[in-house]
């Protein structure tokens, strides 16, 4: 039997809404819509605009029901943002996690439970906007004070669709209030932080039904963070690879069983995420192509649009300048990003890139050194050794960066699926619905039937 589900998948750029048709041996996936996404800056505060995102998911579903009749919905997007709710409405529009807000937020949480503490609860990796510091500034605001409900992003749209208030495991284990070891809210940290009991919805895991639209159709719980979703899309042929999901953010991690807490993984900022299946996403956030589309954005502010195929083509021919910090905490914010790069370069005294294309290939080298140093903290940490490294999402299709990552790592780097966010949704819808059996292995493998994902190996001069 196969059948087609559609599949919301929301980024920090763009959003899309595919349908997706799986039975055995069979996949495929075909865009129904695409919209921008992006951060609006009101009164020097950054938000999304979620309405526009539901109109735009309204939009795509009532064309899903006229083209092809899905049997399921599910909804992925990035990670940690939500909504507060007083009576199941909205109170005020969700920040964007950029947002910065939160830096005098996070001595809040911090006095309550230092770092080590916390991670031994959470086991993240410390990021200034993970929720458990946003819901500090929110406290600050007062905002938090006359708010029921937290919903993160997906499971706001969900709600809005069906009426049903969840929180989906897997992008509640990124909030830093779910305990990493039993998968459930850590009521003790909640209370210490001052949180009421019910501002927490009920948890659910990926496969399991939220609820329906007016049509009747069932709203399934999928990885709703997207990079659990890229996760499960990782055509790898054995359990020990290393993945890089790469769009604005690059994750670089490995999959494990059960969490990893050393006090070596937390000093390195390596995160223990929870993955489909109860598996451990256990990775570490590199900057990403953000570092790319924020200088694209600021050329573009003061010229013409920038073709970026040409850009990267141009990119590959000049010789490379010289390697920044790619994780510095100060490229996080919006902003003049060459500048930001050039500031560092100087202040390190290192050669600053003369043009576009010279900028180019610096992220790109800068980005590739930073992969081969999580690739590496990641083998000394898990005591695995990788034989590949997997390149999913958009910057699969970026050929230099596959090259140099390849260079780099030393490693084959095995480029594809571009749209392994989508692909992981559908797979997880499909399987709810019965359209698909088995773990993530043989959906896995169903994947790696059906994409053709590109090997870049060491040591070729050249991309062919
Ligand atoms: C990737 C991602 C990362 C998360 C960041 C912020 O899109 O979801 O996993 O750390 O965005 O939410």
């Not at 109109?55 to 006229?66: I, N």
Request: aromatic residues 6%; proline residues 6%; negative net charge.
């Amino acid at each position: 039997m196969s059948g087609t589900v559609a599949a919301v998948d929301l980024g920090a750029t763009s959003g899309r809404v595919v349908l997706g048709h799986a039975g055995p041996g069979e996949l495929r996936m075909r865009e129904l819509a695409r919209f921008p996404n992006g951060p609006v800056r009101v009164r020097g505060s950054l938000h999304w605009n979620v309405l526009e995102l539901h109109r735009q998911v309204c939009a795509a579903l009532k064309l899903a029901a006229r083209e092809a009749d899905p049997v399921s919905v599910g909804i992925d997007s990035w990670a940690v943002d939500y909504a507060l709710l007083r009576g199941g409405r909205m109170l005020g529009t969700p920040h964007h996690y950029r947002d910065e807000r939160t830096t005098a937020a996070v001595a809040d949480v911090h006095s309550v439970i230092g770092p080590a503490e916390l991670y031994e609860v959470n086991g993240l990796q410390h990021l200034p906007f993970n929720t458990i510091f946003q819901l500090a500034a929110d406290r600050r605001s007062g905002l938090l004070a006359v708010a029921e409900r937290m919903l993160l992003l997906p499971d706001l749209l969900a709600y809005w669709l069906t009426g049903e208030q969840v929180a989906e495991r897997t992008n509640a284990s990124t909030t830093g209030l779910l305990d990493v070891r039993t998968a459930e809210w850590s009521e003790p940290l909640a209370a210490r932080l001052g949180h009421d009991r019910g501002l927490l919805p009920p948890l659910v895991s990926p496969g399991e039904r939220i609820g329906a639209l007016d049509t009747g159709v069932p709203v399934t719980a999928v990885g709703s963070h997207d990079t659990a979703s890229a996760v499960v899309a990782v055509p790898a042929r054995d359990e020990s690879f290393a993945y890089i999901s790469c769009g604005t953010w690059s994750l670089v991690g490995v999959e494990l069983e059960r969490p990893l807490l050393s006090e070596a993984g937390r000093a390195a900022n390596f995160t223990n995420e929870l993955g489909v299946d109860g598996r451990i996403r256990y990775l570490h956030n590199v900057m990403g192509l953000w570092l790319l589309t924020e200088c694209v954005a600021e050329w573009e502010r003061t010229g013409p649009a920038v073709d970026l195929p040409a850009l990267l083509a141009a990119a590959a021919e000049v010789p490379p300048v010289a390697e920044f910090d790619a994780d510095d905490p100060r490229f996080l914010a919006p902003g003049d990003m060459p500048a930001r790069i050039t500031a560092w370069l100087t202040e390190h005294d290192r050669p600053v890139p003369r043009d576009r294309a010279e900028f180019t290939r610096c992220i790109l080298e800068s980005l590739a050194s930073a992969y081969a140093e999580s690739v590496a903290r990641l083998e000394i940490l898990t005591g695995r050794e990788f034989s590949a490294v997997h390149v999913v999402g958009g910057g699969a299709r970026n050929e230099l960066l596959c090259r140099l990552t390849a260079e780099r790592t030393g490693r084959p780097v095995v480029a594809g699926p571009v749209e392994a966010t989508a692909l992981g949704n559908v797979l997880v819808q499909a399987r709810a619905a019965g359209l698909l059996t088995g773990g993530l292995e043989s959906l896995r493998a169903l994947v790696r039937s059906t994409a053709e994902p590109r090997t870049y190996r060491p040591g070729e001069v050249r991309a062919r």
